[in-house]
């Protein structure tokens, strides 16, 4: 069961309300690398960890922090949106700062939300749940995680380089540093089960024999006129220890050139394909 | 540029068409798990890969073969349908047999694609572009690619579960197989970047300065009654080296309790708001 | 700031697993008419509430329980997957029963969940953002809350009816309990703000020369051949007291008859257009 | 059946073009709060309305009115694009004001669709159907096309604000009346049904022992540290004259501490967790 | 202006209620094949007709019709719902057939829509806007309906041996054959225009020296082992006049390797990239 | 199965870098009218291709050619951001260039790829596979496909037109030409199978006595008060050359006045509709 109180986790303040920089910030609430997806998947996958109980645990505490993410976040959207112009006055519609703040943010925070977050990204485009990645796997769900995490940290260095507001620096300063935290949470909880090597491949659990395992270690160069990439990828032993890192290149097709022949009566087709 | 030869990557073979597999291959097709999301996203993490070309040269090779995969399985999808009903002569539409295939498969195989391969999920929805990870940051692409080769194996084997026609399962080995490889490979580039260590916390260029380090490395208890779980996150040398993990329970938030205020005239809220 | 507690709000329990339901149980989650749905809307809403600071309490308060139903609706699928076939041994593959259920699931919670929750509604479309609506304008907003929660409490009693398990009738009465007093509680604002004629037309702040009044009270019958159904609307005052509702048929244009011209050189368009 | 006649329902005349108006006005076409979305709401409720037929024509006039509506705002923002620069002319290239412009439009005004209206908001999202709620249940209904109306007002007196162009504000003033109209029809057929306490909860014909009536009529507290709101919704008799509002703070779950204990063999988890 | 009248624009009869039925032929609906489609591009292409106004009239006659096809199509659904079971009383939850009616049926029908159409296809996803071809070139225009009008007719046709119903199949004949007409009159409006040769290549308008006209009427075979089919398209007259067909076989790209260096400093690249 | 070599189809020259042109650019990449699209809708027609095998190996070389149409148009996304600002130094923040710049731009291509391309239209939407039209029918994919490319000529010309860096309208040259090519191809194919009047009505194998052809080949004039557009659609022969083209003014409705009567007990309605 979820509780609230009242106070943000962390402290907002803007120092110059940026109609535009509203906009921007809006990809770290609705964008795929936002925190409502975080909160999301971390929830879901929660609701569907199967094993020792404590991953379940530690799911579920984080997605309650992120949700705290997405409130702080809102109201530094909504405290950026204070100085945005809502009526062409005469005087304001002459005005070519008006338009070029116009310009740069989003109308419908005007037109839309009166002035407050959405969750949208910076784009306008509405969050899709189907960026909520749990598998029931835990070691897929820990990389998904993971990968979250680091778009999610990539995401806010970019918009603490896009804001000179001290206030706005500063709450980013600690969305980086969460972020950072979540990134190695998740990869220790692979470390915790055993690492790579225990957990490689994922699933782990699928029996060798359901595995065509002569195509399991190579690496496949598919290019006409490149060599391929030399690197950990190409010799050496595989990551699951399983299996030896080799190369194929310019390999042959190993299937039929597919043909399906003529389309059934009644089946739609043109009489000619019948 | 791209090119292309008749002959399938590997070999398809249905030994009994059944048309509800061929709805649950789609999702190994167009599913947020599936080939046209690889192929896609490594496709764009090439076009927009800074550094050492030789990441270029693995991106787009594997975005390749993936097109491949893209290719035989549309093609089991399509002979997957070769017994599908297309027409409730009257004898059929007295056949329970007839009306249980229908009741299990996608009727748009039917309907919209005449008994072959949609870029759809199993349950019909499209995929969507949004899916394509693609960040400019060569370590938060990797996890994406390993994340998404995890849940693709995770797939080809819950697929491989779901029949028990030999020519799917000869098919779903060498994807499973495949998956396998490429997991390790994306994961093999950050070993050859230098490993966990140096490649954390993506991104490893944000400057020290941009970051609460006092928030980045303890683990957020949430609970009002649960202890933190305890393992590697808990505890211990950060994974990138930097820090020391400790955890942090009941923690007082640290920000305001947020008010908006009163709203502006003509900004569309109600008189008792403003 | 959010916080959880280990235990379900409210407890779940099924007495006879059934993946059919399972898939029907997520449009409680992930539908529009379900709870994501109102815990985001509420949330938005409470981010974006300006005036009475009591209002953005109210909805925060009740943005948190919903969170809490996602938890035990969540919950109620996975128990309904218990038992859900994930492989087609031999025996398996012949049995009639295994097909039937496999026919009436949502594939996706074995391939893609692995026998859990996903945000994703009865048809397995994923719940898309753009359904959290949340105007900043409190009338408007609380219209939309009561819809929300009328729909809400439409589907949990279809819900009730489409399942014989006892405990899933359990706590579906309880669903149906809480939209009672969520739609209640909502409509309850408006009483508190002045009631109808005080809050409406919303917005009720838009200045009366901003509206072109002769057209505001009057039914347009835009049939060519019924009668104007009479009724609280096609005569008597109006609901806010400001006018007469009156009926208009068969009503001439007011406006011109359209055409754009010719097309711009240079615009696109074919030669015989411009 | 639909019939259509050539002048617009109301007259539309653009003073000066405005491209970035054009796009601003784009909400009330393709946005949620827009007419497509309302003429096709009442049109699937008309289509699926059962009871009183009078019910289904008031839906049916009014879903053929806001086809119109659609109609002369299309018209308005063709208007607004006629001065919109589609080729870079040397000169042009040189001038801010075409980038100002260029810089405040949406670009798919020129790219997609050569200066004319899409069935967009004015983001560039497109209007997608899953925003037509039709539920079968006439209460509901009635509160949802409320709410799009209220929406719809909202978005109109905005749109009036952000413009000073007396031709568009006279177009707006007119939708800005029918929107106020539109709201209260609706809200005057619950009235007509015997008003809130008749049809409050919705659905009215649950029986109550499908609800769990103890839980039906108090506010939730779900704040740790916050007293709950003191209003209408806090004591008194309930909306529908059942019951009497109570509050309920700190409240202790109900439920259990959900655990799904091991994963299946052949579902696709890791080793660990089964 | 639009208008409507109370009876159908064709008679709806169902001969035995099929929800099955009901599903798939809403894809008729709310299919990218279906009829809000075609009804929501002609208006828009009407709206944004430039040149001849006839053609604008053209468009919104038709326009309208599919409305009056959305209608009765809308109807049909609901009669094949009539059968639809509700809800799980103890006999109907033994009985074999309800369950395999509720398999192959629809759930939203009964747990959102209550026994009527949605704006949504044959698997449930809802239609989106994004599928409004409409681009200012009448051109461009007339092929995208005549497409539309293609996949409807098929769509039709497949629907139509899909069900044994008398009263279907008489409603779905009358779909094929306004599919047809339409065809025609899409296709007869580019003979109207000079025919292929005055219209090709769209834009016709388009510059010479905007085209690389070297380009411009060669088959590129991109296969590596297949030789170019042979037919209309490579060799003689080109079909808008203006060249030869031919064709190139295992060209050399005509481009650079793409190579974009090294990643700026504070763009949240990995420090390896910069 | 695919192959790639290492150069690009095209050469890619930007002379003057400009953000904005980036994010128009990206209509061609991610937008209806962009290669995404065109490469998938080929590539699904090929592997749906039934009948004579010349066709699938046709749509599957130009399928291939459009994936090298992505590719170059991504690289020329990348190099019209080279010059994008991303980070607001104490300098540049001051500097309404800067400003200019950044309002203009997709702010994703900063925020979320790091300079480079995104599969999304110029509105930063994401392209959605339900745009790969493929029917199994070679006539209503031929239509599509003449459709698509027509929409991809236009917006290459339009493009054109919205740049004057040398470089930029060299590449586009080049598109526009191979649009003109395949615009032509695929009509060619409708040519070889025996033209329009062959090929007409699409599907042409559906059965006469499947259609109401008293139905089949006259427009409907459903204005009240415009007279029939007159042309090649009003008479004379039909393109199939079954019939003779007339008109129909203010035709009577064929159908009955639709009424579903009472709502069902227990199917979730208000008591009122019961």
């Known amino acids: 069961m979820f509780h609230h109180s009242s106070k943000l986790q962390y402290r907002v303040r803007v120092d110059t309300p940026n109609p535009a920089f509203a906009k921007h910030l809006q990809q770290a609430i609705g964008g795929i690398e936002g925190e409502i997806r975080v909160a999301m998947q971390y929830f879901f996958q929660a609701m569907g960890c199967r094993g020792d109980d404590k991953y379940r645990d530690l799911l579920m505490m984080t997605a309650t922090e992120e949700l705290s993410h997405i409130e702080f976040l809102g109201h530094a959207v909504a405290l950026n949106l204070e100085g945005a112009p809502v009526s062409m006055q005469d005087e304001a519609a002459q005005d070519p700062v008006v338009h070029a703040i116009l310009g740069g943010m989003n109308p419908r925070h005007i037109l839309s939300s009166g002035l407050s977050a959405m969750p949208v990204n910076s784009n306008g485009v509405p969050f899709d749940m189907s960026h909520v990645y749990a598998t029931g796997n835990i070691g897929a769900d ?16 970019r918009l ?10 500063d ?4 969305l980086i540093a969460r972020d950072t935290m979540h ?20 699933p782990n659990s699928t029996p060798q024999e359901h595995e065509a395992v002569e195509h399991s270690y190579y690496f496949l160069n598919t290019s006409l006129d490149e060599p391929t990439p030399e690197g950990r990828w190409s010799s050496g032993a595989s990551l699951d220890g399983r299996g030896e890192f080799t190369v194929r290149e ?7 050139k597919p043909s399906l022949g003529k389309a059934k009566p009644m089946s739609g087709a043109q009489k000619e394909q019948i």
Do not use: C, H
């Not at 820990?142 to 995401?155: F, I, P, Q």
């Not at 603490?160 to 620096?169: E, L, S």
């Open 250 to 256: 310019k390999v042959e097709p190993l299937g039929q």
């Open 183 to 202: 990134q190695q949470q998740w990869l220790a909880v692979i470390e915790e089960l055993g690492g790579w090597e225990a957990q490689l491949p994922v």
């Open 160 to 169: 603490y380089n896009m804001t000179d507001d001290p206030g706005m620096k």
């Open 142 to 157: 820990m990389l998904a995680n993971a990968t979250a995490e680091a778009g999610g940290r990539v995401l806010a260095s």
């Open 171 to 174: 709450m980013l300063s600690f």
